[in-house]
């Protein structure tokens, strides 16, 4: 009996698997891309004075640079350029 | 004859395209490969590029493809009798529609799962990349001046339908938020919001709403089409978690309910066909069934719109090549299992062939009301669900259906629109809403430009929206097939399709034109005309990209 219950419970939590990704899977691409849009305006403020645009929490978002830092990497590929395309700010 | 003799045959003969000829041309023709590293795990980023279960992918093919055109083409082609809407179907989703998805599917995968509009300017060539960006816009364009006129006359003919139909709308809105906020888990949430909207249409008939019939010198049926498409274009500037995500995935599952609940209830009655086989009998002004047949029912039968879908989205997900064959070729068939309940409902659903005649009474009447109706019959009467409460679920059905498509189209009609904005560097047509009006109002005067003011005469074109359906398919099934020559393989099996449609669209087309200029009606002759010189093109492009391959082969084998 035991077992029994055991097999429906896997059933159950495989069928629960199996609709959310009927839920999730179509529009999976469009919600990450919004998500990556929203995550480069945000890099784009840390990493504002860089670039010459004054920020009035530099003291703050200089702390999270470091932590941004592999983000700008990949940003800076998926834009098409091979390097970091900032000339005293080199990731790779 | 007894509708679930038909069933079996249609369904039963589908299978089979299923078990033999997907299995030759997956293994032979297409040789899919269960080694090859696919897309979805080369250039895996979990943005685009995401291996999913084959089950998974079927499912979310099958529900994209499968709209309301599956159901008002053949609703409206068994006025010339339901054996050759039958028989279109059934071989066109075997021969055709599965060759013509799978192979949309191979031929993405292999090329770094480009879209079949790259795919044509890689291919075949750039002429041929621009003359797939004016197809599809055509497609969209006629997709959502049609669907709107289709939705309005549901909700004035079956005024019970307009409260469900709107409510179904909050309760996405609701799920969508439950879900973002992760307030409950989704197994749970599919419940509620089945039983949600289950208790919406059957309140439905008690609380009917009609429009005024004229606001303003407005119809009620233009007021139905302006308010549709009001609702669209917000619909489609939404994020898509909030409403369109929800709403896709209730009509998901509304789909699979609606045919379950369509081929039990035929099974449970067994109804006698009360339409004739062929109908010798057609109004006046029927036009004749060759070659209208082959563009009235496109989709259920051979629709370019898979394509889109199969190269732009479900290729980048492909987990193994091999499943190419289940998701595109047996999606196809889902669509034409729904396409076949729809001739079911139509033609066995009516008690004698008077009533059958008094719903057909016209060419372009009858339609998705005819569905509705036939199928409500038959349902009610094989699990004894009330008429009125039958006939609400299924306009439900097919309005949410249509809705979903027209603001898919109207927010990819948006992307054309601001594509073009960059390309000629127009700033303000770059941005979405601007963007989004023109595409509302480029639909808006196809519907009344075609059908004056009542915009009732979105259904006119329906044929015409058949006919460009096909020329996307063909351009589709020409791209494979220059694939196939260059591999050296047989061309045949998709090759023979595409010259079949080419024929069928150019001379529909022609016959068209003729009834066009016939009635005076030059913006459709207008509409025609493009779509001639569309179809002329793509049978150039063919026999010249063809000619050229094999020359080249021809001038390589003599050199070696």
Redesign the interface.
Known sequence: MSMNIHSVKRWFSRAGELVNEFYNAPYRSAIARAKRDEDDLFMLLVYSEIMGVPNPAAYYTLELQPLMLERFHEWHKRMGMEHSPLDHFRCC | MNAIVMMLLGLGAMFLGYVFYSKFIAEKIFKLDPNFKTPAHELED???F?P??K???W??HFT?VAGAAPIIGPAIAVIWGWVPAFLWVVFGTIFFAGVHDAGAIWASNRNKAKSIGNLTGDVVGKRSQTLFMIVIFLVLLMVNAVFATAISGLLIKFSSSVVPVWGAIFVALIIGQI?FRKWM???AV?VLGVIALYLLIWVGPSVPLELPETVMGVSDNAQWVLILFGYAAIASLL???ML??PR??IN?LQLFIGLILLYGATLLLGPEISAPAFNTNTPEGTPSMLPLLFVTIACGAISGFHGLVASG?TS??LDKETDARFVGYFGAIGEGSLSLATIIAATAGFATLADWEAVYSSFGQGGVAAFVEGGANIISQGIGLEADIAETLLTVMAVLFAGTTMDTGLRLQRYIFQEWGGLYNIRWMQKALPATLLAVGSCLLLAFGAGGADGSGGLLIWPLFGTTNQLLAGLTLLVITVMLVRLGRPMYYTLLPLIFLLIMTVFALIVQLKGFYDKGDWFLLTLDLVVLVAAIWIALEASASLSKIKKEQKAENTKG
């Open positions: 979990g943005v685009d995401v999913t279960n089950y998974v992918l499912g979310h994209s879900i888990g989704l197994g599919s994020p898509v978690w369109l995500q896709d995935y998901g989205t980048k997900q």
